[in-house]
């Protein structure tokens, strides 16, 4: 049995994290609404593109954030603490084309918004490598 490429060992070990995530409750009681959410499919496209977004851990942070709640203030992300508003606003708006969040913005504020459906289909194909 040959070793695996880097790539598979990085699906590997994002597929526990997120487990180890859904099982403590991180990404919210609304995940377990799947009744609710439309089933989606991703291209690879897509799929390739959150992998990449999500395996930056403050981007993951901010995903986890996002998700524990039904929407939020972008100014309220515990990441302002420690990084720049143009940094925050950079991976705004890379897990934005990614599709994993939507932004609705109010006057001159914004509203963030898990895409759930989007993440379930992200989760779904992970789990299926």
Same mark, same amino acid.
């Given at each position: 049995? $040959?070793?695996?490429?880097?790539?598979?060992? +990085? +699906?590997?070990?994002?597929?526990?994290?997120?487990?180890? =995530?859904?099982?403590?409750?991180?990404? $919210?009681?609304?995940?377990?609404?799947?009744?609710?959410?439309?089933?989606?499919?991703?291209?690879?496209?897509? +799929?390739?593109?959150?992998?990449?977004?999500?395996?930056?851990?403050?981007?993951?942070?901010?995903?986890?954030?996002?998700?524990?709640?039904?929407?939020?203030?972008?100014?309220?992300?515990?990441? !302002?603490? =420690?990084?720049?508003? %143009?940094?925050?606003? !950079? !991976?705004?708006?890379?897990?934005?084309?990614? $599709?994993?969040?939507?932004?609705?913005?109010?006057?001159?504020? %914004?509203?963030?918004?898990?895409?759930?459906?989007?993440?379930?289909?992200?989760?779904?194909?992970?789990?299926?490598?």
């Amino acid at each position: 049995m $040959g070793s695996r490429s880097p790539m598979m060992r +990085f +699906f590997d070990s994002l597929l526990r994290r997120v487990a180890s =995530y859904s099982r403590k409750g991180i990404f $919210g009681t609304a995940m377990k609404k799947k009744a609710t959410s439309k089933r989606v499919s991703l291209s690879e496209e897509q +799929f390739q593109a959150i992998a990449r977004v999500l395996g930056d851990a403050r981007r993951l942070a901010m995903v986890q954030q996002i998700a524990g709640s039904e929407g939020m203030e972008c100014s309220a992300l515990r990441v !302002h603490e =420690y990084i720049s508003p %143009a940094t925050v606003s !950079h !991976h705004m708006k890379e897990l934005s084309e990614a $599709g994993l969040v939507e932004i609705r913005r109010s006057g001159r504020g %914004a509203n963030l918004f898990l895409c759930r459906s989007v993440f379930d289909a992200y989760v779904r194909r992970l789990a299926s490598l």
